[in-house]
Structures are given as C-alpha cells and as structure tokens.
C-alpha cells in the first residue's frame, strides 16, 4: 500500500505529513490533534494501521487495513427496510479520509460532529472469523446454514441467531424477555454491557458479546444456557 503522506518528525518518528499534528497548539492529549477523533484518523489508523469502528446514525461502520486497500463495510437500511452488507475499498487511508461519504459528508466534513459521530479503534473480537466470500461470522458458535438454513442466519432459533450473530458479530443492541421480565443488552465499540431500556445506564460491563453470553446470568443461570427459554428477542 503506498502510504506517502508518511514522513519522520525531528526524533525520527513517523507522523501523517499531509495533515501533521501540532503539540504546540494542542498539547499531547491526543498527540497533538484537535481530538481523539483526529488523532484516530490521522495518526492511529493512517500511520501505525490500526483498524477502527465510525458510529454513525445507528450504523456501525467497520474500517481494516487490507495486504494493499483500505476497506470499509457496514450493513445498510433500505427504503423497503431490507438489510443488505455494502463494502467500499480505497488505495490508501488518506484517499479513505477525504472521499468516503456518510449522508454526502466525507469524514473530514464531519470531524467537528462529535455528539453525532463516534471514532474508536477496534477492538478485535478473536471468535470472528470471514467465510470465503469475505463474511464475517462467529467462529466459536458458529452457524450450520445446510443444517438450520438461512431463517435466523443458520441458527437453530431465533435467540441463538440474534446473540450468536446479530449482536456478537453485526453489533446490534439487543432487548428479549425471560419469565416475563425484559432484559437489554447494549454493543459499544470496546465492550458491551446489560442496561436499561434506554440504552445509557449500564449495569454490567462485559469485554465483548461472547464474554457476555457465556457469562451473565439470571437466576444463577448462564444467558447461553437460556437460549431455548427466552420468550421474545430482537436486534434494536
């Protein structure tokens, strides 16, 4: 991948040419830049290719660093309310920055939109893995589509399909109910956590979904072994 907006400071340290930090202006905080948002961007993902999440209106946006490319892909809501994966890819992190567009805004647009765009370096969840077509899927419950078929993403239920997948591996906000009482679970970039029906107070923090399903428990019981007992269950 040519990464030519890449030069060395005067310690011989590499930093983003095209858009350089400024510690005189900024301070350290975030290496120099204005925020944690531009110090993702810029620095973190441009120079030392660290992948990252962008939260955007509901929807995650995932961004890797490929052999050669920049890709990025996110699930996309249609008019007719059908759900279809989208992907992009870009020759270098910087044409990513300047020409990906959100609602016609590139990401240098929207910098300043902090209360309606979140940047987080990922946190890589190790049970996903990517089938020959390049899919995300959980690996270590993984789903049997000849088996089940493709009515809850190749799980056997409703339940496994929502935790397995749409909130283990597509990061969905989940509510479902057991004996009557309703349960919400929320997905941040770097944990997830089970929280009230607004999807703000969080009571139990988890490092990710799997650590949360096999580990939360109700009536002394583990989330992952109520599976088949859960009444109702929806992505959010």
Same mark, same amino acid.
């Given at each position: ?20 930090p400024?510690? #005189?202006?900024?301070?350290? =905080?975030?290496?120099g830049?204005k ?6 961007l $810029? ?7 660290s992948?990252?999440?962008? $939260? ?32 992009? #890819?870009?020759?270098?992190?910087m044409? $990513? ?10 990401l240098l &647009? ?35 589509? #000849? ?5 809850? #993403? ?23 109910k ?9 997905? =941040? ?22 650590d ?7 009536d002394?019981?583990?989330?992952? &072994? ?5 009444? =109702?269950i929806?992505?959010?």
């Amino acid at each position: 991948m040519n990464r030519h907006y890449i030069i060395n400071d005067a310690n011989g340290n590499p930093i983003n040419g095209k858009y350089p930090p400024d510690r #005189e202006k900024y301070g350290d =905080e975030f290496g120099g830049y204005k925020s944690e948002a531009e110090k993702i961007l $810029f620095h973190d993902f441009a120079v030392l290719s660290s992948d990252f999440y962008i $939260f955007y209106n509901d929807t995650f946006y995932s961004v890797n660093k490929e052999a050669d490319s920049i890709k990025v892909s996110w699930n996309a809501l249609l008019p007719d309310f059908k759900v279809v994966y989208k992907e992009e #890819e870009y020759s270098d992190a910087m044409e $990513f920055v300047e020409k990906f567009r959100i609602d016609d805004k590139t990401l240098l &647009d929207m910098l300043d939109d902090v209360e309606s765009m979140k940047i987080t370096k990922k946190v890589l969840k190790p049970y996903i893995g990517y089938d020959d077509n390049g899919y995300p899927f959980n690996s270590k419950y993984p789903p049997n589509k #000849e088996k089940y078929g493709n009515l809850y #993403e190749g799980y056997r239920s409703k339940a496994e399909g929502v935790l397995f997948y749409d909130f283990g591996v597509q990061n969905y906000d989940v509510s479902f109910k057991y004996k009557g009482k309703d349960y919400y679970l929320l997905t =941040e970039p770097d944990h997830v956590a089970v929280c009230d029906d607004h999807f703000t107070e969080e009571y139990e923090v988890y490092a990710d979904a799997m650590d949360l399903i096999e580990n939360f428990k109700i009536d002394g019981r583990p989330l992952i &072994d109520l599976m088949d007992e859960i009444e =109702e269950i929806d992505p959010e």
